[in-house]
């Protein structure tokens, strides 16, 4: 509601972003906000039409657990403070069919001819703040959650027990809706589960957990309270004295997850048996009521806001922030931040933290009104190019664009991070990446293999998980063969085509190519392009007859020193099989490719200087 009320926030309820383009400090935005069929500044909420809407459904708010009615007020606290209608559900907006809203309505403030408005805004930046979702228990029936009523998840109990919800805060159980005397939680209900539900802790549910049954035992005093967990994790400010009080209060809590539910065919009740793993005893408990506290899981939206803003995705499916540790709040995008569970289950206070890191971080961009970008950017030589339009499809950022077919492209500077993605896909030499050009890693792989080349494993790694890996073996003291020679590149995507057969033409027996893991390449998605280009070289070497497993290929984290470890020993044993023959029949091979393509280049350069000249004739 202040949000609403404050001068200088424009809201936008019941709407839709179609579509965002542009960068940091220009990004423009395309919003749908759907039509209300209800003049949102007229209506005075005073139900009058909602209880002669003749149309019930459940209502989405209440988990169904209520109904409401086709024109309805989606819930009590919602801003504006307006009825809509919801068209799926009304039986026409043509007055014979139904209309009786439109008749009571005194202040004539429905209106069936609305349509959505489009609205376009021009923002500097933007915050993500679009929450999660939570896991459906249906999927995985294991407590029997669709068969037995008195199993209900930790969000339909918090609507059973809200004053501003069905009961209006009296908690009743639903098969006969008496007040129960005993309820048992089930914690960690698809979440730390490879099999049933996430494999990540929820963060949130042990919590919320706590907080019911102190509920409950401020409420309803003798009522019998269980958990039934794997462990709890009281993690923040106060927690563990919470966690303390639920259990001075009488809570039990019983180590161990249930392995069976039954329902007892006339009382109703719950029989739970599980394994007491403190106590090591099968134990029995019949309860009135059951309450999965279930996960959370990212909004199934993700995918289409990840695309709208151009972001990344962990492995989890929340949305990847720019730096784990030291960059929470930035998304990889520019100008654009996240807040609150689109980012990672969290609970209150730290979405509060997040999103007042993200306002300021937002605040401070819009006050300085100009942006440092990074020094590593691309650019394009628009003599050089051919307008073909690749290197716009490569770029990760939509950092490049084509105002038109057969232009040249250009680099909106302010948005490039510096990935080099573009270049390998440049056939006409037109792009450079400043501080990382093909002339200057030609040079560090001529002087790498300079020298005994049959003895070298030409490494290309990219800076931010592969060479911090490598990094970290060394610290850590784990050996790796010696004569590993390593280029960094600021991702793996960077790396041409052309500098793999130039260091296969140098003499080099193996190529390892590295990269961080999918979906940790610091550049969004860049990693892909590398795949795909390795894939085509394989391919290639095969054709020329070369061995396709002198190129590796490996994924490697910060983290996993052990692992850069082990890649490279396995790379030495390939390279111990190469020899000096092998070698000198790639070069010959190579260098004989490479003068068919030169060859081929100027006879294409050839035939259109002719065809210039005629028509200049
Ligand atoms: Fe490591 Fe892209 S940053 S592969």
Same mark, same amino acid.
């Given at each position: 509601?202040?949000?609403?009320?404050?001068?200088?926030?424009?809201?936008?309820?019941?709407?839709?972003?179609?579509?965002?383009?542009?960068?940091?400090?220009? =990004?423009?935005?395309?919003?749908?906000?759907?039509?209300?069929?209800? @003049?949102?500044?007229?209506?005075?909420? &005073?139900?009058?039409?909602?209880?002669? &809407?003749?149309?019930?459904?459940?209502?989405?708010?209440?988990?169904?657990?209520?109904?409401?009615?086709?024109?309805?007020?989606? =819930?009590?606290?919602?801003?504006?403070?307006?009825?809509?209608?919801?068209?799926?559900? %009304?039986?026409?907006?043509?007055?014979?069919?139904?209309?009786? &809203?439109?008749?009571?309505?005194?202040?004539? &403030?429905?209106?069936?001819?609305?349509?959505?408005?489009?609205?376009?805004? @021009?923002?500097?930046?933007?915050?993500?703040?679009?929450?999660?979702?939570?896991?459906?228990?249906?999927?995985?029936?294991?407590?029997?959650?669709?068969?037995?009523?008195?199993?209900?998840?930790?969000?339909?109990?918090?609507?059973?027990?809200?004053?501003?919800?069905?009961?209006?805060?009296?908690?009743?159980?639903?098969?006969?809706?008496?007040?129960?005397? *005993?309820?048992?939680?089930?914690?960690?209900?698809?979440?730390?589960?490879?099999?049933?539900?996430?494999?990540?802790?929820?963060?949130?549910?042990?919590?919320?957990?706590?907080?019911?049954?102190?509920?409950?035992?401020?409420?309803?005093?003798?009522?019998? %309270?269980?958990?039934?967990?794997?462990? !709890?994790?009281?993690?923040?400010?106060?927690?563990?004295?919470?966690?303390?009080?639920?259990?001075?209060?009488?809570?039990?809590?019983?180590?161990?997850?249930?392995?069976?539910?039954?329902?007892?065919?006339? $009382?109703?009740?719950?029989?739970?048996?599980?394994?007491?793993?403190?106590?090591?005893?099968?134990?029995?408990?019949?309860?009135?009521?059951?309450?999965?506290?279930?996960?959370?899981?990212?909004?199934?939206?993700?995918?289409?806001?990840?695309?709208?803003?151009?972001?990344?995705? *962990?492995?989890?499916?929340?949305?990847?922030?720019?730096?784990?540790?030291?960059?929470?709040?930035?998304?990889?995008? /520019?100008?654009?931040?996240?807040?609150?569970?689109?980012?990672?289950?969290?609970?209150?206070?730290?979405?509060?933290?997040? +999103?007042?890191?993200?306002?300021?971080?937002?605040?401070?961009?819009?006050?300085?009104?100009?942006?440092?970008?990074?020094?590593?950017?691309?650019?394009?030589?628009?003599?050089?190019?051919?307008?073909?339009?690749?290197?716009?499809?490569?770029?990760?950022?939509?950092?490049?664009?084509?105002?038109?077919?057969?232009?040249?492209?250009?680099? !909106?500077?302010?948005?490039?991070?510096?990935?080099?993605?573009?270049?390998?896909?440049?056939? =006409?030499?037109?792009? $450079?990446?400043?501080?990382?050009?093909?002339?200057?890693?030609?040079?560090?792989?001529? *002087?790498?293999?300079?020298?005994?080349?049959?003895?070298?494993?030409?490494?290309?790694?990219?800076?931010?998980?592969?060479?911090?890996?490598?990094?970290?073996?060394?610290?850590?003291?784990?050996?790796?063969?010696?004569?590993?020679?390593?280029?960094?590149?600021?991702?793996?995507?960077?790396?041409?085509?052309?500098?793999?057969?130039?260091?296969?033409?140098?003499?080099?027996?193996?190529?390892?190519?590295?990269?961080?893991? =999918?979906?940790?390449?610091?550049?969004?998605?860049?990693?892909?392009?590398?795949?795909?280009?390795?894939?085509?070289?394989?391919?290639?070497?095969?054709?020329?007859?070369?061995?396709?497993?002198?190129? /590796?290929?490996?994924?490697? *984290?910060?983290?996993?020193?052990?692992?850069?470890?082990?890649?490279?020993? +396995?790379?030495?044993?390939?390279?111990?099989?190469?020899?000096?023959?092998?070698?000198?029949?790639?070069?010959?091979?190579?260098?004989?490719?490479?003068?068919?393509?030169?060859?081929?280049?100027?006879?294409?350069?050839?035939?259109?200087?002719?065809?210039?000249?005629?028509?200049?004739?």
């Amino acid at each position: 509601m202040d949000v609403g009320l404050h001068p200088k926030i424009k809201l936008f309820a019941y709407s839709e972003v179609e579509e965002v383009t542009g960068y940091i400090g220009n =990004f423009h935005v395309k919003i749908r906000r759907k039509a209300r069929y209800v @003049d949102e500044k007229e209506c005075t909420v &005073c139900e009058e039409c909602a209880k002669v &809407c003749p149309v019930v459904v459940p209502d989405e708010h209440q988990v169904g657990l209520a109904s409401r009615k086709a024109i309805y007020l989606p =819930f009590a606290q919602s801003v504006p403070s307006s009825f809509l209608i919801d068209m799926d559900s %009304c039986l026409g907006t043509n007055p014979i069919a139904c209309g009786k &809203c439109k008749e009571v309505c005194d202040k004539k &403030c429905i209106d069936f001819d609305q349509k959505d408005e489009l609205i376009n805004l @021009d923002v500097g930046v933007t915050i993500v703040a679009t929450g999660m979702d939570v896991f459906d228990p249906t999927e995985y029936d294991e407590y029997k959650y669709s068969k037995y009523e008195n199993v209900l998840t930790s969000w339909e109990f918090e609507i059973l027990t809200g004053p501003g919800y069905v009961t209006g805060g009296e908690l009743i159980r639903p098969t006969d809706k008496k007040p129960p005397k *005993s309820i048992g939680f089930i914690q960690c209900v698809g979440s730390r589960s490879e099999k049933r539900g996430q494999p990540y802790c929820s963060n949130i549910c042990c919590m919320n957990t706590v907080k019911d049954t102190l509920f409950l035992k401020d409420h309803h005093p003798d009522m019998e %309270c269980l958990v039934f967990y794997m462990d !709890i994790r009281a993690f923040g400010k106060q927690y563990e004295e919470l966690y303390k009080r639920s259990r001075v209060a009488g809570v039990k809590y019983i180590r161990g997850l249930p392995g069976g539910i039954i329902e007892d065919p006339e $009382t109703k009740n719950l029989i739970v048996h599980v394994e007491n793993t403190i106590t090591g005893k099968v134990e029995k408990h019949e309860l009135d009521m059951l309450v999965l506290s279930v996960g959370v899981i990212p909004r199934k939206e993700t995918e289409q806001i990840q695309k709208l803003l151009t972001l990344s995705k *962990s492995p989890d499916g929340f949305l990847m922030e720019s730096h784990y540790q030291l960059n929470p709040i930035d998304s990889p995008t /520019q100008g654009v931040f996240l807040a609150g569970c689109c980012e990672s289950p969290k609970d209150i206070k730290s979405s509060v933290i997040q +999103a007042s890191g993200a306002a300021a971080r937002a605040g401070r961009l819009l006050a300085m009104g100009k942006v440092k970008i990074e020094a590593i950017t691309s650019s394009i030589d628009p003599e050089k190019c051919n307008s073909c339009g690749l290197c716009v499809k490569a770029c990760p950022y939509g950092a490049i664009r084509q105002e038109k077919k057969k232009v040249p492209p250009f680099v !909106i500077e302010a948005a490039c991070k510096g990935c080099g993605t573009c270049g390998p896909q440049c056939k =006409f030499e037109s792009i $450079t990446l400043k501080h990382f050009e093909d002339h200057q890693i030609i040079s560090m792989i001529d *002087s790498m293999l300079d020298e005994k080349p049959e003895e070298k494993i030409c490494t290309f790694a990219c800076n931010w998980c592969s060479y911090a890996g490598a990094d970290l073996a060394g610290l850590s003291r784990l050996q790796y063969p010696p004569n590993a020679r390593i280029i960094r590149t600021m991702c793996s995507g960077r790396v041409d085509e052309e500098f793999i057969w130039h260091a296969f033409r140098k003499g080099a027996p193996v190529v390892l190519l590295s990269g961080c893991h =999918f979906a940790d390449c610091h550049y969004i998605d860049a990693n892909r392009w590398t795949q795909k280009r390795v894939e085509k070289i394989w391919d290639k070497m095969d054709d020329f007859g070369l061995r396709p497993e002198r190129l /590796q290929l490996e994924w490697c *984290s910060a983290a996993e020193a052990a692992r850069w470890q082990k890649i490279m020993v +396995a790379v030495e044993e390939i390279r111990k099989t190469v020899q000096k023959g092998e070698i000198k029949d790639t070069i010959r091979i190579l260098t004989a490719e490479e003068e068919k393509q030169k060859e081929k280049k100027r006879r294409k350069k050839q035939k259109v200087a002719n065809q210039e000249s005629v028509t200049a004739g």
